[in-house]
């Protein structure tokens, strides 16, 4: 008897043990992954801005980076419009979520809709999104955009993220 609760303990110890693994497996440097390969380890809906838009310093950067990735070249100096679609206005052409925005930067608008996602808010757009997850150096980078776009975000509150789920 004594023999069978030590086997047991042993048991569980080592899945404790295996848990702490998995978990520090699950701790990502965003510094260290190009977003096309968060993408490819992430389930679909799992993506999660580790950044908020209240986080001043992060979203200078990401605003930075917004102008360095030549977003504004389509989007207008400050996400506010040009040839393409505002980043700041209340329209979430995709959903407003994080997983779909991060998606959506990284894989283009026609990679997006092959993935199964269809448009939910109009927009006047001269072109699809072309995919800007080869030319963005790594996963925090464009966290730290999408984290700027949300700060600029002038709509609805209750839309911010997207559509709330009761109005879906």
Request: aromatic share 8%.
């Amino acid at each position: 008897m004594v023999g069978m609760v030590v086997t047991i303990l042993a048991g569980a110890s080592a899945l404790c043990g295996l848990g702490r693994v998995w978990a520090d497996d699950a701790a990502v440097d965003y510094t260290k992954i190009a977003p096309a390969d968060l993408i490819a380890k992430t389930p679909q809906g799992k993506l999660a801005n580790p950044y908020n838009d209240t986080q001043a310093g992060i979203v200078a950067e990401g605003g930075k980076f917004l102008q360095s990735y030549s977003c504004s070249g389509c989007h207008g100096g400050g996400g506010g419009g040009g040839m393409c679609p505002a980043l700041t206005n209340d329209i979430w052409v995709y959903g407003g979520d994080d997983d779909t925005l991060f998606r959506l930067v990284t894989l283009g608008s026609d990679e997006l809709q092959k993935q199964g996602y269809t448009r939910k808010g109009r927009e006047n757009v001269v072109g699809p999104m072309p995919p800007f997850g080869a030319i963005i150096k790594n996963a925090d980078d464009l966290w730290k955009i999408l984290a700027f776009i949300r700060s600029k975000y002038s709509g609805d509150p209750g839309y911010k993220f997207g559509t709330p789920p009761d109005q879906q």
